[in-house]
């Protein structure tokens, strides 16, 4: 059975979880948000390596990004037998991508909209730079927990925030025990219609950079599954190379097109 809390309440009673739950312990809601966002200040750039499969294409992607803070990042994308398949630069501002298949560098406003029609990656810059650095977009304000609009429910030794901002509602999840986001999602409301833009559910949770758990894997449906996508996570570590570069070169044989 599920108790929804307001979360000025501050304080919340875990359930009895079903599989490694803990028993009689409270967690206050505040304090175990205000723990997950310090663990995301502790890791601002990373450097990551690991694999993409997605639903619109049949093989497996191998992918190198670069993340600065949350103000650029690189992705680099190949596929089997080291074939460039794209090339991804972004600040929250400008994006740029080469898509060798069409041979175009695509540029523009990095919404969801010109991503989509640049690399098919149905996802805006902010949605890519969290699932990079494998956080939730949306961490609620101060505001919003004050003004009393977030819900918490509990249920299983998990916690579940809920924000409603008009047809959008966000929610996540979090192990407590753990201190790790496991499932988020963006879904809408169109008259009597719910549609889920974007879930994201992470798993495995091996990695580590400093004190923050990585999971090694995350499962992402798009446009009410209209994309599928799994992200696995093969290397990780804190910092970025000084030799590394966040931009990218445009071929020479490449002509460019701005959306």
Request: glycine share 6%; hydrophobic share 40%.
């Amino acid at each position: 059975m599920k108790n929804t809390l307001p979360v000025s309440l501050l304080v919340l009673s875990v359930l009895l979880a079903s599989c490694g739950g803990s028993k009689g312990i409270v967690h206050d809601a505040d304090a175990v948000l205000s723990n997950i966002e310090g663990s995301y200040r502790q890791t601002q750039d990373l450097t990551i390596k690991g694999t993409m499969k997605v639903s619109l294409a049949p093989v497996t992607i191998w992918y190198e990004a670069l993340v600065k803070g949350y103000d650029s990042l690189k992705i680099v994308m190949n596929g089997p037998f080291g074939v460039a398949v794209g090339a991804l630069a972004a600040t929250p501002e400008h994006f740029l991508f080469l898509n060798f298949q069409d041979g175009i560098a695509y540029e523009g406003k990095p919404d969801r909209e010109t991503l989509q029609r640049a690399s098919s990656l149905q996802l805006n810059y902010q949605e890519i730079i969290s699932l990079m650095r494998c956080e939730v977009p949306h961490i609620p304000t101060k505001e919003e927990m004050d003004a009393g609009t977030m819900s918490v429910e509990q249920e299983n030794g998990k916690i579940i925030y809920t924000i409603p901002q008009g047809d959008i509602v966000e929610s996540f999840t979090i192990d407590p025990e753990k201190l790790v986001i496991i499932e988020y999602s963006k879904r809408r409301t169109v008259g009597d219609r719910t549609y889920t833009d974007l879930l994201v559910i992470y798993d495995k949770f091996f990695k580590k950079v400093g004190d923050r758990k990585f999971p090694e894997e995350a499962r992402i449906e798009i446009n009410d599954n209209d994309m599928r996508m799994t992200v696995t996570v093969d290397k990780i570590r804190g910092g970025i190379a000084e030799d590394e570069r966040l931009t990218i070169d445009v071929p020479s044989n490449m002509n460019r097109e701005t959306l």
